[in-house]
């Protein structure tokens, strides 16, 4: 046997190919089928990363392997193969070919879309899309659509050798392991062993699940009740002397977090508040800001739903975070500090604000980044404190604009 195919027989080369990816895909199947059912955790997001590291080692190896095809040419089929036989094992061929690209290509391109990590063992691969929900969506049906399709092929194209191996005696499955008619079946074994041997992984994975999900059940940090910190709705329908209105169309509350070393934005949707501010007369100056933790969006339908989660935001219990200003400094030409207290999940912590403030008569624009410690404020504590999922900073954009 060479290392090129021949005419009658596929090459070493070919059929480490074949059989590499073989085993990977036999593997990503059934993970990728389970893990999206699995209860969030940390260890979800280091198997979708396992998932994704070997399924992109799937696409480099396909590409590489569809480059080989074209450099050395498979054998022709066998003399004995009928003609139905020849066209059904093209067709297969075409479409295991084009899942092999197909799989982890809609699989990048859904994580990209929903700004989730696409890691190749722990290397960060380049965005191809931006985020783009619906886009998520469809690419998400495509690698479903893909992954039900690949399953029967393969069930198909797996039998069909099997057949010319058992029923027609031929040469069909010897020349994708070993031509040595007595070599098939050892070759064989050490395939399956090795199908065995990553299914065994993957269950060991699984298994852990259950002792993970045992560990969830870790002491939450000493958080007051939401009833204690239930505070009377401000009221905007009157603004008093020096009041501003904010404009919530033309207003954005954003956070950007870290998800395996890879950000990812949420915009809270909903915030109210009173502001009184002149800056001539800062000692009079009020921030009173309210923002509603149930509507929260970050691009992705389930990982909005996690976010709201009890082991992040808990917003049934806690649906309302809250910054209420003490005093305010000026520091340069339109440069303001709030100093305040900013209550989130029920935990209330001292906050200073630098903002910027540019007022055009009636309307005025204010602008503020910061960063909060998710610790601090017992956000994603148990399994998820120790960062390194998803990252203890988190940056906050505010970006108002208001009415006199
Ligand atoms: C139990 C598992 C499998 C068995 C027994 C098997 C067997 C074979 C055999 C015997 C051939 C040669 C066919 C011929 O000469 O006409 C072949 C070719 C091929 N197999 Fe598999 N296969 C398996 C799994 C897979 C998997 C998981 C994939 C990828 C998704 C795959 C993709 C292909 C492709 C694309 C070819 C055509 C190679 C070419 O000529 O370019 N096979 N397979
Ligand atoms: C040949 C390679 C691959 C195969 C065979 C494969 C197979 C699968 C299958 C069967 C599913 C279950 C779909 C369902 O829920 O019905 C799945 C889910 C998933 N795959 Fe892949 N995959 C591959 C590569 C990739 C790559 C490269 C990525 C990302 C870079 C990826 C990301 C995902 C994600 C994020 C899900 C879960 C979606 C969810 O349940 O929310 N996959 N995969």
Not at 11 to 30: D, N, Q, S
Not at 320 to 331: A, I, L, M, T, Y
Not at 335 to 361: C, E, K, R
């Amino acid at each position: 046997m060479t290392l090129s195919n021949t005419e009658d027989e596929y090459g070493y080369i070919a059929k480490i190919f074949h059989w590499t990816i073989a085993v990977l895909i036999i593997g990503l199947l059934p993970v990728g089928l389970f893990m999206g059912g699995m209860e969030n955790s940390p260890l979800k997001f280091q198997i979708f990363a396992m998932h994704k590291s070997f399924g992109l080692l799937v696409f480099f190896l396909g590409i590489a392997r569809l480059v080989w095809r074209f450099i050395s040419p498979p054998p022709d089929h066998l003399e004995s193969h009928a003609r139905w036989e020849v066209t059904l094992a093209g067709a297969a061929h075409f479409w295991l070919y084009v899942c092999i690209i197909g799989m982890p290509l809609s699989g990048w391109l859904m994580s990209n879309a929903g700004e989730f990590p696409v890691p190749f063992f722990g290397i960060q691969m380049p965005t191809l899309v931006g985020k783009n929900e619906s886009l998520g969506d469809l690419f998400y049906e495509v690698h479903e659509a893909l992954g039900f399709t690949l399953l029967f092929v393969l069930a198909l194209h797996a039998a069909g050798a099997l057949k010319h191996h058992v029923i027609d005696k031929d040469e069909t499955l010897a020349r994708m392991t070993y031509k040595t008619k007595g070599l098939v079946l050892p070759v064989l074994i050490v395939a399956i062993l090795g199908l065995s041997y990553a299914a065994s992984g993957a269950a060991m994975l699984f298994g852990e699940d259950d002792e993970e999900e045992a560990a969830v059940a870790t002491e939450k940090p000493g958080i007051p009740a939401s009833a204690e910190n239930a505070m009377p709705a401000a009221d905007t329908s009157i603004l008093p002397k020096d009041g501003w209105k904010i404009v919530p169309t033309q207003s954005k509350l954003q956070f950007q977090a870290v998800l395996y070393g890879s950000p990812f934005t949420g915009e809270f949707q909903e915030f109210s508040g009173i502001i009184i501010f002149n800056p001539d007369d800062l000692a009079n100056a009020k921030a009173d800001i309210r923002i509603d933790m149930k509507k929260v969006v970050t691009g992705d339908a389930d990982r909005d739903k996690n976010i709201v989660g009890a082991e992040w935001f808990d917003s049934d219990k806690f649906p309302e975070s809250r910054f209420v200003s003490k005093s305010f400094e000026k520091g340069g030409e339109n440069n303001y500090v709030a100093i305040g207290d900013l209550t989130i999940h029920g935990v209330t912590m001292p906050l200073a604000l630098p903002f910027t403030l540019d007022i055009n008569g009636k309307t005025a624009h204010m602008k503020a980044l910061a960063t909060l410690n998710r610790i601090n404020f017992g956000v994603g504590m148990g399994e998820w404190e120790d960062g390194k999922t998803v990252g203890t900073d988190v940056k906050i954009a505010i970006d108002l604009t208001a009415i006199q």
